[in-house]
């Protein structure tokens, strides 16, 4: 049953009082009915997390990320893995559980080939776990330079209001402060941090120590110059955006206070971000990544073992060990499945 | 329950095949008085399949039952006269012994074994009803004889529960060719209303080894060293032979295909499931229609004997077809046919309604072995004969029951695999099936099994004698390993792999490595050449393994752990919170003895397993269901 009523608060608030006199009716928990799914399997644990990353989602990137795990795409992806590796155990098994049958002598080739596959497709998605985390819990992208070059007005500028205290005092900023905005549907956290210079004053010295901190772990940078000759107060890496500020009192590039080059500014941000998340993966938890890591290192020992030219029932035992770390994002092995495998693969039987 | 501690347990035991002797055998070697109930003497110890005894997996059965004193391993190297150890050329944990069988002296070893053993009497009769007593069995009525008073009694009737063959469109009641089934028994065990499902299995016409070409063959000769089935055996008794192998082609293939629809598996006469593993030739060539060729295998079934057995080529043609695409085979084109393939439909009893010892839950005091719990295979038989007839005693004298577990024993494996998740084709074992595969090895079957046996006093004083002089010398052997010391430059020298520069390393370490082998070690460790040859092949073998023991070991520890919790019978599911409808039907289904069991039923989710913990300890707490 479902009841439409009048919006305003004492109508809901009547028909709530009214509909708790009656026995056994009380308010769902929160999450019960995700819950309920879960437990009827009409979703995978995958999928809830994917409900819950929608939830939250604030941007329009972060809803796309979550709704293709809701809709199931990480528990494809991770069947698909599963049932090449269930290929490649069931190759080895064959050879184990049925010498004395019509079986391929040499599985191991093609074994490898699936290994080699398994090891490329978690390898790339694990590189892209990085971006999906981002995604996740957003870019961030430092605003760095010397003192006084109008870090803190640009992010004002970015942020369309007035986050940080600016000043003609060099040195204003001494904490990073972080503004969270977003970049035509890029969750993106700005950080203006304090202007980088030799200071004898040991609270400014800490704002920088900081601020380099901050740099070194940012997804983007935007380095701030006042004039083109002047040294950069930090050591460029590739990536980096270089724009001189304050181009309303002479040349440059972009102004926080008349708002010049901003939007350009904040185009290229976002297309450079923008082209990053064309990787992204749909594993989207830490748990997600830890058992594809967990997998890989498996199939790294069972290509080390073919390697070494161990014992078969060693190869198969990293190959089994690779697929139970997989299945734990979704479910679990069983040996019927590589037998299964085996039975429909091999005219088994004397 | 009901105990009996002053005088020696009875136990009659139905049927003398492979899980009957087993099971006769173990309940007599456990102190009972023991009566087998078979239909003929002579038959018993027959083998109604391929003549052959262990093979992959089925090995490390044979070897199982060998450790716990059973009479297998040593009938089969008594009959044996062709041994190979199957997947030499693999490592230790996946080998597994196998020979080919002269029926006849298999048969006589069994039979010696059964009339050797004391307090051990065979009964020909055929067991008309069982005698139940306030609920629980205390007899079995013999048709002749009348009334047998038993404790215990286990039925390992095979295929005897409306059986039927088919040969083409013929049919006939039966479980085996020339024997009737035993209706009245029958008819009780339905009466019980158990959960029961159908099965079939099929043989291969045998020929006439006088008719076959020979000379054209490509033989098989056995292994130059044969491996022994039994721990006690050191040399086949009987003279060694070859088997040969030929090949179907494309003319047998049409054969077949042209007269699929008279096949009884094709016409739509048999409606129970057959083993995958275990095709017709009708299966091979409908389903693996891209091959040209299958291979078949010809053991002869004796050294006396003119039966040979064509491995490869079951079916349920019509005669004439069978004749036909035998002869269509290089080598068999005067081949004659002495007895034509058929298949066989049966029920078995969903072995779901078994405890982990194999007594029917319905019946106290009934136990059920072999091909009726839904099983395919001498060895599996074996196995579960001797597990119910040793448990049989323990549980009528009160005693704690033996049940191996997956970490212990394939024996283990097989039987939580047959009691927990049920069989849905006949159920064979694989290595595959072992989760603790390095450790469960048909080489170390004594080391894991026969201290057990030991103490319940089933085995002989002549294992006790060869497994503690083994124990001793083993452990010397690993003594001279840890305490010894070599050099690298040694160790290349001894035509050990490894790199130029390296620390020295105990012989335990040197064993460790990819590839080193017995000879390789015992030039690296001269003092290891002082024990026999089989203690040092023995040693390496462990050696294999060693780095991947701790780990397997934890594991082995945590699943254990699960084993030994046990969810109550009366723990009422509906009421277990967070739990799905579906899964607790299945719950209801496959109503799990322990956690280990629970974690194995299809779908069974952490979350779930979670809240069958939950509701169990708060039961715990307050003595409530929920």
Request: proline fraction near 3%; charged fraction near 15%; charge should be negative.
């Given at each position: 049953m479902e009841l439409h009523l009048h919006g305003s608060r004492a109508v809901v608030r009547a028909v709530l009082d009214l509909l708790a006199t009656f026995a056994g009716a009380r308010p769902a928990l929160a999450g019960e009915f995700t819950r309920r799914a879960l437990e009827n399997d009409r979703m995978d644990l995958t999928q809830v997390e994917g409900l819950a990353d929608l939830i939250e989602a604030e941007t329009e990137l972060q809803r796309q990320q979550a709704q293709r795990v809701l809709s199931g795409e990480l528990s494809l992806r991770v069947q698909d893995w599963r049932r090449r590796l269930i290929e490649a155990g069931a190759l080895i098994e064959a050879t184990l559980d049925f010498a004395d049958e019509e079986v391929p002598v040499d599985v191991l080739p093609d074994v490898l080939g699936h290994i080699d596959a398994g090891i490329s497709a978690l390898t790339r998605e694990l590189e892209g776990y990085g971006v999906s985390e981002r995604i996740r819990d957003g870019f961030e992208v430092a605003i760095l330079g010397a003192p006084n070059a109008g870090k803190s007005t640009l992010l004002n500028a970015i942020a369309r209001r007035q986050v940080a205290l600016t000043s003609?005092?060099?040195?204003?900023?001494r904490d990073v402060i972080e503004v969270r905005t977003d970049l035509s549907g890029l969750p993106v956290t700005f950080l203006d941090t304090a202007g980088l210079r030799d200071t004898a004053d040991p609270l400014e010295a800490a704002g920088i120590d900081l601020a380099r901190a901050r740099a070194l772990e940012a997804d983007l940078r935007v380095v701030l110059t006042q004039r083109d000759d002047a040294p950069l107060p930090i050591e460029l890496r590739e990536g980096d955006i270089v724009k001189r500020g304050k181009s309303d009192i002479g040349e440059g590039d972009v102004s926080g206070l008349t708002g010049q080059g901003i939007d350009q500014l904040v185009n290229e941000i976002a297309g450079i971000l923008r082209n990053r998340t064309a990787s992204s993966s749909v594993a989207i938890r830490e748990r997600h990544a830890n058992a594809m890591r967990n997998s890989l290192s498996h199939l790294a020992n069972a290509r080390a073992a073919i390697d070494a030219r161990s014992d078969d029932a060693l190869i198969a035992l990293h190959l089994r060990d690779a697929t139970v770390a997989l299945e734990t994002m979704i479910g679990r092995v069983d040996i019927e499945d590589l037998l299964g495998d085996i039975f429909s693969r091999f005219c088994i039987g004397k | 329950m009901f105990h009996v501690k002053h005088r020696r347990p009875k136990i009659a035991v139905v049927g003398g095949g492979h899980a009957g002797v087993e099971a006769a055998s173990a309940a007599a070697r456990a102190g009972a008085d023991v009566t087998l109930v078979t239909l003929r003497r002579d038959t018993i110890g027959a083998m109604s399949c391929n003549p052959a005894i262990g093979g992959l997996g089925k090995g490390h059965l044979v070897r199982e039952v060998d450790a716990l004193g059973g009479i297998m391993g040593e009938a089969a190297d008594a009959g044996g006269i062709q041994f190979r150890l199957l997947n030499r050329r693999k490592g230790p944990a996946v080998q597994g012994p196998r020979a080919q069988m002269d029926r006849q002296l298999y048969r006589a070893a069994v039979q010696q074994a059964i009339s050797e053993q004391e307090n051990l009497q065979v009964v020909e009769d055929q067991v008309v009803d069982l005698v139940v007593l306030n609920g629980r069995l205390a007899g079995l009525r013999l048709e002749r004889a009348g009334d047998l008073a038993c404790d215990a009694a286990i039925l390992t009737t095979g295929t005897f529960l409306n059986g039927v063959m088919h040969i083409g469109e013929r049919q006939i009641p039966g479980g085996r060719v020339g024997e009737s089934p035993s209706v009245p028994l029958a008819h009780r065990l339905y009466g019980m209303s158990l959960p029961m499902g159908r099965l079939k299995t099929g043989t291969p016409p045998r020929l006439?080894?006088?008719?076959?070409?020979?000379?054209v063959l490509e033989t098989q000769p056995g292994d130059p060293e044969p491996v022994m089935l039994?721990?006690?055996?050191?040399?086949?008794k009987a003279r060694q032979i070859s088997c040969a192998i030929t090949h179907t082609n494309a003319q047998t293939h049409d054969i077949v295909r042209e007269n699929l629809d008279k096949s009884a598996m094709y016409s739509g006469n048999i409606s129970g499931v057959g083993p995958r593993y275990c095709p017709s030739i009708e299966d091979k060539i409908a389903r693996f229609a891209d091959k040209d060729s299958h291979q078949i295998f010809l053991e002869p079934e004796g050294l006396e004997s003119d039966l040979v057995y064509p491995n490869g080529i079951s079916t349920s043609l019509p005669e004439d077809v069978q004749e036909r695409y035998v002869r269509s085979i290089a080598g068999l084109e005067q081949a004659e046919i002495v007895q034509a393939g058929y298949a066989i439909e049966y029920d078995y009893v969903d072995p779901r309604a078994l405890d982990s010892t194999l007594q029917l839950q319905a019946l106290n005091g009934l136990w059920l072995a072999g091909q009726i719990n839904g099983t395919t295979g001498y060895e599996e038989a074996a196995a579960q004969g001797c597990i119910a007839g040793i448990n049989a005693v323990l549980t009528v004298r009160g005693d704690p029951p033996l049940i191996l577990s997956r970490t212990e024993a394939y024996i283990g494996v097989m039987i939580d695999d047959l009691t927990a998740r049920g069989v849905s084709e006949p159920y064979r074992m694989f290595t595959s099936r072992a989760e603790f595969r390095l450790q469960l090895r048909a080489d170390n079957a004594d080391q894991r099994l026969t201290p057990a046996a030991l103490a319940l006093g089933i085995a002989s004083r002549r294992r006790a004698q060869a497994f503690e002089s083994k124990l001793a010398h083993l452990e010397e052997g690993r003594r001279i390993l840890s305490e010894s010391v070599v050099s690298n430059k040694d160790a290349i020298n001894a035509g050990i792999n490894l790199a130029a520069d390296g620390p020295h390393r105990s012989g335990a370490e040197l064993l460790s490595?990819?590839?080193?082998?017995a000879e390789r070690i015992l030039v690296a460790i001269p003092?290891?050449?002082?024990?026999?040859p089989e203690i040092v092949t023995q040693l390496a073998r462990e050696g294999v393994y060693a780095n991947y023991l701790d780990r397997q070991d934890r594991e082995a520890e945590r699943l254990r752990k699960d084993e030994a919790t046990p969810i109550p019978n009366d723990l009422d599911l509906d009421r277990v919170h967070g739990l799905s409808s579906e899964l607790k039907e299945k719950l209801r289904g496959n109503r799990p003895g322990n956690l280990a069991q629970a974690t194995k039923i299809?779908?069974?989710?952490p979350a779930g397993l979670n809240a069958i913990l939950l509701a169990m300890r708060s039961r715990k707490k307050t003595g409530t269901d929920g």
């Open positions: 003609e005092i060099a040195g204003t900023t | 006439d080894g006088r008719t076959i070409n020979w000379s039994s721990f006690l055996s050191n040399t086949p490595i990819a590839g080193v082998s003092a290891l050449g002082d024990l026999a299809e779908g069974m989710t």
